[in-house]
C-alpha cells in the first residue's frame, strides 16, 4: 500500500479482519474525503493533518468497535477544523455517522466566560451524546489517546493543562467505562509530563527491580502453569508488570515505599467458566502464602464499571510479593476493553446483551442529577470525585452490597441507599458500634443508617462539606432548594458579606447594588436576585469560584467612582430639616435611606454620604465603609453632618444574630420573651453553626439603640442562648 503515506495503507490491510467488503469501501470512502477536507492542514509535529484522525481509526480498530465508529474517527475534526457542514456528512455517511461526529466536536462560539466553564460545557455536551450513542465517548477517547501520545510537539504549558484535563476527566472516563488499556495509557502519558521527575524515578525503581529478578515473571509462570494445566489444560496464563501510574498513585498519593506496594507484579489466569475460576484460585493458595486482607473477590461482587477477577495477593518462594487475577475469558474481554467489548462480540446496539442499558443508567442519572443543580462544572467535578478507580463494597444490615467511591462517608452511603434514607439519617453504626457522620467506609464494613421519624427532618448544611461524592452533594442541595427558600436567602447573604469582607472589598448601598445585580445576572438570575442568594445558600453557586468575577466587578466600579463627574455643591447650613428621624445640615426635603451594612439605630453616632441619585446614606460613625478621617477620602465633600432627630418616634428594623443550642420549646421561648416586651418580629431564619451550634437571624422592631440593648439583655437570660450579636456591627 505504498500509495498511502498517512499510515491508512497499515490500517486497510487489518481491516478484512474485522469487516466487510462493502464496509471497508465506505472506510476508505471517509478516509478519502477526510483527507481533501484536512489537505493543506498540518499538525503540530509538521505532519499532514490526515495522520492523526487516522490514527485516531486504528485505535479504534485496535478496540474492536464498528465500522461506522472509524468512519466517524476519520471525520471527527472535519466539522471543527474545515468548512464541512454536518449537513454534507449526512447527506454522504447517514444520519448515525453524522451524529457522531457531531457528539465528539467542541461547543465552537459559545460564549462562556472561563476555560473551566467551556471545559464544563464540552463535556456535558459530550454526556448528553453519550446517553444517545455510547460510540461518542470511545471516538473522544481514541482522539484524546493519540493527542497524548504527541503531546511533546506542543508548548510546555499546553502539556501540562491537557495531561492535568487528561488525568482528571478522560482517564477516570475509561475507568467508568472499563477500558483499561486506553485507561493506563493515558494515566502514564499524563504523569510523564506533569510530573517527568517522579516518572523517571518510578521507571528506574522498576527497572532496578527487573535486574535483581530478570526471571521471576516467567519463573513464576512457568510453575503455576505446570499445576493449573492438570486441572484445567486450556487455561491461559501471563504476566505483567503494575502501570507506572499505579505504583505512582501508591508512593505519592498514599505515601507507601516502592517495597510496600504489593503488586508490582501480576499474573493472569484466564479460563472458560466461573467453577474454573475458584478451582485455581485454590490451587494457588496450596502454592504460595496469601497475604491477609489482600483477597478480594469481584466476581461476586463487580466493581461499577462491571470489572470481574478474583484477586489475590501471595508471597514467592524467593520472598517476593504478586498479585494472581482470575477470570473467565468474557470477564477478560469486559476487564480490558469495557463497554468496547459490546461491539468487539459483534453484538452491535441491538445485540442481546441485556446488561448494556443497564451498564449506561449511571450516564442517564449523571445528567437528571445536573439538571438539579444551578453549576455548570457538576459533572466535572463528578467524574473527579465519583470515577476515581478505587471503590469500596460496603453491606446493608440486610446483607445488600452497595459499592461507593474510596474516602465515601457514611452519609455518601446513605444517600447511595436511596435519597430519603439520606434525608433522614441522624447518625450511623459501622460494625455494630456508633461512628461520626465523617466517618469513611472501608470494605467489608455493615453500615446501619439511623433515621429520623419525624417527617420534617433534613440533611444539615454541613453536611455539603463531608460529604465526597457529588450525587450526595447535589441531593442535599436540592433538598434545601425545595425547603429553604427564606433560609437559603438569609445564608446566601451571610455568606456574600462574609465573602466580601475577607476580599476586603468595601461598597456604598448603590455600588453594592450594583455589584450584586452584575453577578446575579452573570449567573442567570437577573430577574431575581433573591433567588441568586438562594443559590448560594444552598450550595449551588459556589462562591470561591465566583471570585474573579467579584474583583472584577469590584475594579470596575471603583473606575467609574474615581471618573470625573460634575462638582457636587453643598449649600452651608440654613437651618436643620428632619426627614424619616434624620435631620440633615444643609439639605432640605432629601431621601434618606438607612444602610444595609451597618443598619444604624437612633442613638447610634452617625453620618451621611450624600449618593448619585439615591438621596443621602446614613451611616454609623464606626461603619468600616466610613473613612477615619472623612477630609481625607477620595471626595470630603459627599460626607455630610447628620443627627437623629430627638422626637423620632418611628420604629426601625434591627437585625441580631442569636447563637444557641438547640431544644424543644426553644423558639416558642424566644417568641413568649418579645412578645411579653411588645416586640414585633418581622423575619427569621435558622442555619447550623460550628460544632452543632445553631445560628437565629432575626428582624425586629425597635425605636433605638437602648431598647435593642434591652431586648437583647433579656434574651441571653433564655436558657440554650451562648450570645446574641448585632448583626451589622
Known amino acids: 500500500m505504498s500509495d498511502y503515506d498517512d499510515k491508512f495503507g497499515e490500517l486497510l490491510e487489518l481491516l478484512p479482519s474485522l469487516y466487510s467488503e462493502d464496509e471497508i469501501a465506505k472506510i476508505t470512502e471517509a478516509y478519502k474525503f477526510a483527507k481533501r477536507a484536512h489537505g493543506g492542514q498540518c499538525r503540530y509535529s509538521g505532519e499532514p493533518y490526515i495522520m492523526h484522525p487516522v490514527a485516531v481509526a486504528r485505535i479504534l480498530f485496535e478496540l474492536g468497535m464498528d465500522y461506522e465508529s472509524l468512519i466517524a474517527a476519520l471525520l471527527h475534526d472535519t466539522v471543527e477544523d474545515t468548512e464541512i457542514g454536518l449537513e454534507s456528512l449526512t447527506e454522504l455517511f447517514g444520519g448515525d455517522v453524522a451524529g457522531l461526529v457531531d457528539g465528539v466536536t467542541k461547543l465552537g462560539k459559545v460564549p462562556l466566560e472561563t476555560w473551566e466553564e467551556r471545559q464544563a460545557e464540552n463535556i456535558r455536551k459530550m454526556f448528553i451524546a453519550m446517553s444517545q450513542d455510547i460510540r461518542v465517548v470511545i471516538i473522544k477517547l481514541a482522539d484524546r489517546l493519540h493527542n497524548m501520545r504527541t503531546l511533546q510537539y506542543m508548548r510546555d504549558q499546553k502539556r501540562r493543562d491537557k495531561a492535568q484535563e487528561t488525568l482528571e476527566i478522560y482517564a477516570p472516563i475509561a475507568h467508568r467505562l472499563g477500558i483499561r488499556t486506553v485507561k493506563e495509557e493515558l494515566e502514564d502519558l499524563s504523569i510523564r509530563y506533569l510530573d517527568p521527575v517522579g516518572y523517571k524515578e518510578i521507571e528506574d525503581l522498576v527497572n532496578r527491580n527487573d535486574k535483581v529478578h530478570p526471571n521471576f515473571l516467567n519463573d513464576s509462570i512457568d510453575m503455576i502453569a505446570a499445576r493449573v494445566h492438570e486441572l484445567i489444560p486450556d487455561a491461559k496464563i501471563d504476566g505483567r508488570r503494575k502501570s507506572v501510574h499505579g505504583i505512582y498513585r501508591k508512593m505519592y498519593i498514599q505515601n507507601r ?9 501480576a499474573i493472569r489466569i484466564i479460563v472458560d467458566n466461573v467453577v474454573d475460576c475458584y478451582n485455581c484460585l485454590g490451587i494457588i493458595h496450596d502454592m504460595y502464602h496469601s ?5 478480594k473477590d469481584y466476581i461476586s461482587t463487580p466493581k461499577s464499571n462491571m470489572y470481574q477477577s478474583l484477586h489475590s495477593t501471595v508471597i514467592s518462594n524467593e520472598g517476593i510479593p504478586f498479585e494472581v487475577q482470575i477470570r473467565t475469558w468474557e470477564m477478560h474481554q469486559t476487564a480490558e476493553y469495557g463497554i468496547a467489548a459490546h461491539w468487539k462480540y459483534k453484538l452491535g446496539m441491538n445485540g442481546k446483551n441485556n446488561n448494556f442499558d443497564e451498564r449506561l443508567a449511571w450516564i442517564r442519572q449523571l445528567l ?3 439538571k438539579d443543580t444551578d453549576d455548570v462544572e457538576y459533572i466535572v467535578q463528578t467524574i473527579k470525585t465519583d470515577f476515581i478507580p478505587d471503590d469500596v463494597f460496603v453491606f446493608t444490615p440486610k446483607g445488600d452490597v452497595i459499592n461507593i467511591p ?18 433522614k439519617m441522624t447518625g450511623a453504626k459501622v460494625d455494630g458500634r456508633i461512628v461520626p457522620i465523617d466517618y469513611q467506609v472501608k470494605t467489608g464494613q455493615i453500615v446501619e443508617i439511623l433515621r429520623s421519624a419525624d417527617p420534617n427532618k433534613g440533611p444539615s448544611r454541613d453536611w455539603l462539606n463531608i460529604v465526597t461524592t457529588s450525587g450526595a452533594r447535589t441531593k442535599i442541595r436540592s433538598w434545601f432548594k425545595k425547603e429553604k427558600r427564606p433560609e437559603n436567602i438569609e445564608e446566601g447573604k451571610a455568606q456574600f458579606e462574609r465573602e466580601l469582607r475577607k476580599n476586603g472589598i468595601r461598597l456604598f ?4 447594588e450594583k455589584l450584586i445585580l452584575s453577578l446575579a445576572k452573570r449567573k442567570g438570575y437577573e430577574n431575581d436576585p433573591d433567588e441568586f442568594f438562594a443559590a448560594i445558600g444552598y ?11 467579584i474583583k472584577e466587578e469590584y475594579t470596575k466600579i471603583l473606575k467609574e467612582a474615581e471618573a470625573p463627574r460634575d462638582e457636587i455643591v453643598v449649600t452651608k447650613p440654613l437651618h436643620k430639616t428632619s426627614s424619616d428621624g434624620i435631620i440633615v445640615e444643609g439639605i432640605d426635603n432629601c431621601l434618606i435611606k438607612l444602610s444595609r451594612c451597618c443598619n444604624p439605630l437612633p442613638g447610634d453616632d452617625i453620618i451621611g454620604f450624600i449618593t448619585r441619585g439615591h438621596g443621602v446614606s446614613i451611616h454609623k460613625r464606626d461603619c468600616s465603609n466610613v473613612p477615619l478621617n472623612t477630609k481625607d477620602a477620595a471626595e470630603p465633600e459627599r460626607w455630610i453632618k447628620v443627627y437623629w432627630d430627638k422626637n423620632i418616634k418611628e420604629e426601625f428594623n434591627a437585625t441580631m444574630d442569636i447563637y ?19 416586640v414585633d418580629i418581622r423575619s427569621i431564619s435558622t442555619r447550623d453553626g460550628k460544632d452543632g451550634i445553631k445560628v437565629i437571624t432575626m428582624t425586629i422592631a425597635v425605636n433605638g439603640v437602648e431598647h435593642l440593648n434591652s431586648v437583647t439583655k433579656y434574651l441571653k437570660k433564655i436558657n440554650g442562648v451562648l450570645s446574641v450579636e448585632r448583626a451589622g456591627v
Do not use: W
Open 406 to 423: 474510596y474516602g465515601s462517608t457514611v452519609i455518601d452511603f446513605a444517600y447511595a441507599i436511596h435519597t430519603q434514607v439520606g434525608h
Open 368 to 370: 437528571e442529577n445536573q
Open 660 to 678: 444557641c443550642i438547640s431544644r424543644i420549646g426553644f423558639m416558642a421561648d424566644i417568641s413568649s420573651t418579645l412578645a411579653n416586651m411588645h
Open 257 to 265: 515505599e516502592f517495597d510496600e506496594i504489593y503488586d508490582v507484579y
Open 539 to 549: 450550595g449551588s453557586i459556589i462562591l470561591e469560584n465566583l471570585q474573579p468575577f
Open 509 to 512: 448601598d448603590e455600588e453594592l
Open 291 to 295: 497475604l491477609p486482607g489482600r483477597f
